[in-house]
């Protein structure tokens, strides 16, 4: 069913936002069951892992016919001998208590499981996740395939099944089509060599694929978005797509796929002219997998044919991390990510990395970029900036987009990096509130270095947030080896 004004006041008190896994029809109370309000809510910060593993890369959904979340991850269990590494979830009530930890997975031969995308289905009660697991490909070598999971609604597995189309695969994000009641997956597919490839493997790129709701696999995948062919652009090339996104609308019951793309293309030996492209795309489907319309790009940066060898060109900018919502009052999309802005960086060594977002209406039409948060950095370096790890969701409880990000002051030395989470809402007309320190106002505190915000889920009662807090800098495993555990905490939309 669609999500519209003027429903029911038992279902108006129900509509659920989600995150970038899901939509709002996922989340819409049974309008047969009494009408639900939660008996308290916690708005403490609590930790659902131990901070001697490493855990990261959180993403949850919500349960609207039980009324709880799950929260699932990916672990590295460092008390374990081997090493072990597990994908884990935990239900998380309003109250503040938490679940038994479910293991989905778990691997000890040295493989890496990875990010964990979860969506929830209302019809039924089921969760679907989908993760990166390691597989023999038959040429001596791994390859990551998602690996497939359908849960009742307290988590436990039904079934799994194998998504594997030949290559590498990775950056799944799930959709819940209520109209269809099913599920469709968009990832990445990446070649990286005929190592990691098994005969005859599909083509590289951004795919979607609808899986049944009880879990199967429904028809083929279908490839939205190929990556360049190098003989068209020129030789030598790079071509990446990674990052995708999904986002279902129910009032055209349709998605929208998104998804980060960067190329370098020598276009000329003599002299050397190279092409470069760094940006976020995006593609509008109907739910029978048809493009409509145009690919959109929602942010980019690049030149084409710059004289290397004259030294024409410049530092250019890497928009990225990519996270999207959909408004059903006013049938639009949010779309938030990051960039730095590179326009005197060449001159000053100065970048301004900067926390945008834009509006995207159902019919293809690109706001212009709201820059909600910038700051002005010594450095270059893309993976630790001070405003970072943007994430969007619809809020019902205001009827309009509830942005969240970590932010710190600038600093020269990375390791001072101090990160708290800010946040904003964003109307669909394009302004938005100040930003606010969520550690000042709702007690998320003592963020430390390099902490990293993971995911937001809203519904009419709360906000559920998510993020990585590391342990003590100066003890660590090897590089980027350090301790973690992922941290919530409710966000009170009642009062």
């Not at 890496?112 to 009660?125: H, P, R, T, W």
């Amino acid at each position: 069913m669609s999500c519209k004004p003027l429903l029911p006041l038992f279902m108006m008190l129900s509509l659920s936002a989600c995150d970038d896994d899901n939509t709002i029809d996922d989340l819409v109370e049974d309008s047969s069951l009494d009408v639900f309000t939660p008996d308290s809510i916690n708005v403490e910060p609590q930790s659902i892992s131990v901070l001697t593993n490493r855990a990261r890369q959180a993403s949850a959904a919500y349960n609207s016919k039980d009324h709880h979340f799950v929260i699932v991850w990916n672990e590295v269990h460092y008390e374990t001998t081997p090493e072990s590494e597990t994908i884990e979830l935990r239900r998380v009530n309003y109250d503040g208590s938490i679940g038994e930890s479910i293991v989905l997975d778990n691997v000890d031969d040295g493989t890496d499981l990875a990010d964990a995308a979860i969506s929830y289905n209302s019809n039924d009660n089921t969760f679907l996740v989908a993760w990166e697991k390691p597989m023999p490909n038959g040429n001596d070598e791994y390859s990551d395939k998602l690996q497939l999971a359908l849960l009742d609604g307290q988590g436990s597995i039904i079934n799994k099944s194998l998504l594997d189309i030949g290559c590498r695969h990775g950056d799944a994000s799930i959709a819940y089509n209520s109209a269809e009641n099913k599920w469709l997956m968009a990832w990445k597919h990446r070649g990286d060599g005929i190592e990691f490839c098994s005969p005859d493997p599909s083509p590289e790129g951004i795919y979607v694929q609808y899986i049944k709701s009880d879990g199967s696999l429904e028809n083929s995948a279908t490839l939205i978005r190929g990556e360049f062919d190098a003989q068209a652009l020129g030789e030598p090339e790079t071509d990446n797509l990674t990052g995708s996104q999904l986002e279902y609308n129910s009032e055209d019951n349709q998605f929208l796929v998104a998804w980060q793309h960067t190329y370098q293309t020598a276009e000329s030996d003599s002299p050397t002219l190279m092409s470069f492209f760094y940006g976020l795309e995006a593609q509008i489907i109907n739910a029978d997998l048809s493009s409509v319309d145009d690919i959109i790009i929602i942010d980019s940066d690049g030149g084409e044919n710059i004289n290397i060898e004259e030294n024409e060109g410049r530092t250019f900018d890497t928009p990225e991390e990519l996270s999207l919502a959909y408004n059903p009052e006013v049938n639009v999309y949010g779309i938030s990510y990051r960039t730095n802005d590179m326009t005197t960086f060449d001159i000053d060594g100065k970048s301004i990395s900067q926390i945008n977002a834009r509006i995207l209406s159902a019919n293809g039409e690109l706001s212009e970029r709201i820059v909600l948060a910038q700051t002005v950095e010594n450095s270059i370096v893309y993976d630790d900036t001070a405003v970072d790890e943007p994430s969007i969701a619809y809020n019902p409880s205001t009827t309009d987009f509830f942005l969240t990000w970590q932010q710190s002051l600038a600093s020269e030395i990375l390791s001072s990096y101090d990160y708290d989470i800010y946040s904003s809402h964003l109307e669909s007309d394009g302004t938005f509130t100040p930003p606010v320190a969520l550690s000042n106002q709702a007690g998320i505190n003592e963020m430390k270095a390099d902490d990293i915000h993971e995911d937001i889920v809203c519904n009419i009662y709360v906000c559920l947030v998510l993020w990585q807090e590391i342990g003590n800098l100066e003890v660590t495993r090897g590089d980027d080896d350090y301790t973690r555990s992922i941290n919530f905490k409710f966000l009170d939309n009642l009062n």
